[in-house]
């Protein structure tokens, strides 16, 4: 990869990108984290509500944004929007269960990978399970559902995050301009549902 691509994904613009659009309206803020991603709502040692992406990865940041941008207000009071998670190593039944939860935000995550310029590829998760993973057959069904979003629109919160690296990452306008277009999308649009 050469130089100039590398420097255009980087962790400074994304988590400006996410911040400007969203630190205000929503008292959150996305963090670069350690070995585990991890959603931690606000408390009184922090006043912030914080997605935590791991270890510095670009992906991780979208994946993680994915899965905000769809929780509700009552999923975003929780640890980990009050989800179960299963580490690597799932079983048949809860690699499905794992798979099921995992299409729209991942289904998000490819909009938003495209939006950037990047290449998108799923994750099943699960390298030390012992279960047969068809990865082909649930990016299909992650694919079906980006395509369902684009026909039906993407969430209040997605939509806006979504304009922001579009015009940041497409048209290459300055970082101020493309978090005006994301805070201008959340003004314009009707309130989200609960």
């Not at 769809?70 to 989800?83: T, V």
């Not at 939006?115 to 590829?121: D, I, Q, Y």
Request: proline share 5%; hydrophobic share 40%.
């Amino acid at each position: 990869m050469a130089i100039q691509e590398q420097e255009r994904w980087t962790l400074e613009d994304i988590m400006a990108l996410f911040d400007g659009v969203f630190a205000k309206r929503y008292q959150t803020r996305l963090i670069k984290g350690g070995d585990e991603p991890l959603y931690r709502p606000a408390d009184t040692g922090t006043p912030y509500h914080q997605v935590i992406f791991a270890r510095g990865y670009f992906a991780s940041a979208l994946h993680e944004i994915s899965h905000w941008c769809i929780a509700g207000a009552q999923r975003r009071q929780q640890e980990d929007y009050g989800y179960w998670y299963l580490p690597d190593g799932r079983d048949a039944q809860q690699q499905q269960a794992f798979e099921n939860a995992e299409i729209a935000p991942q289904a998000l995550e490819l909009l938003l990978t495209q939006a950037c310029g990047r290449s998108f590829h799923v994750s099943v998760d699960n390298l030390a399970g012992n279960v047969e993973v068809d990865r082909e057959g649930f990016a299909a069904k992650v694919a079906a559902r980006a395509l369902r979003y684009q026909q039906e629109g993407l969430p209040l919160r997605a939509n806006a995050f979504h304009m922001a690296l579009t015009r940041y990452y497409q048209t290459q306008v300055p970082l101020a301009e493309a978090i005006q277009l994301g805070l201008g999308a959340l003004e314009t649009s009707l309130p989200e549902p609960a």
